[in-house]
């Protein structure tokens, strides 16, 4: 196999014509000022879910950090490579970040890895398996629902994983700080790539459709 994907450079054609030309103004105020984006979401890496896409955001209106299944670690320095972390850190302390969204999205592959470890990348891969244990606690307690479908399983899992992100992220020093300041607003989303329903979680952790 040889030469730059054509898909990619087609897509770049209609990127420059569609996109990149009306908006040529604004790219060049971009990379002249820097960025200046409010948001920052931390999303699947799954290509059916981007959130650009899915917020319809122009160029510099959301920083996002896509990792396998929206994971975010707790705060640990431990001299480590945690591009997760490093990520965050730049979000809040260098950008100035005010609001942190956590999507999840149904079908999440990563997701579906967690609730069967033993399968698939998990224990085949050098990498995924020690990313998805992030999860075990959660994805443990999931197991017990044994009266669930698999898919209803999953969803819930999905769900919880979002929750235990948030739990997470506020184990983040400065993060902690600037929302008890009432600098910075942390949430959790799920979205549904079958239906394109949003549902957003409340402060008690339920998702719930928000009126649009």
């Known amino acids: 196999m040889s030469g730059f994907p054509a898909l990619l ?5 209609t990127f420059m014509a569609q996109r990149f030309a009306p908006e040529q103004s604004r790219y060049k105020t971009l990379a002249d000022k820097g960025q200046q984006p409010t948001t920052m979401i931390i999303a699947c890496c799954d290509s059916r879910a981007a959130p650009e896409t ?3 955001a122009g160029p510099g209106e959301l920083f ?3 990792n396998v299944a929206n994971l975010v670690p707790p705060f ?8 997760t972390s490093a990520a965050i850190e ?8 005010r609001n942190i969204v956590i999507m999840g999205h149904g079908r999440c592959g990563g997701i579906r890895a967690a609730l069967d470890p033993h399968a698939g990348p998990i224990a085949q891969g050098d990498f995924i398996g020690k990313w998805m244990s992030l999860l075990a606690p959660v994805s443990d307690v999931v197991s017990r629902y044994t009266l ?9 899992l999905e769900r919880f994983s979002i929750r235990n992100s948030i739990a997470n992220i506020r184990t983040f020093p400065y993060v902690k700080s600037l929302e008890a300041e009432g600098k910075l607003g942390v949430y959790g989303a799920w979205f ?13 952790g339920d998702f719930r459709r928000p009126e649009v």
């Open 9 to 13: 450079l087609e897509g770049y054609k």
């Open 54 to 56: 899915i917020f319809d």
């Open 64 to 66: 996002v950090l896509r």
């Open 76 to 83: 640990q320095p431990d001299g480590g490579q945690h591009g």
């Open 90 to 97: 730049f979000a809040v302390n260098a950008l100035g970040i």
């Open 148 to 156: 669930l479908t698999d898919n209803e399983r999953q969803t819930m």
């Open 192 to 204: 549904d790539i079958s239906s394109g329903e949003l549902w957003v979680m409340d402060s008690d």
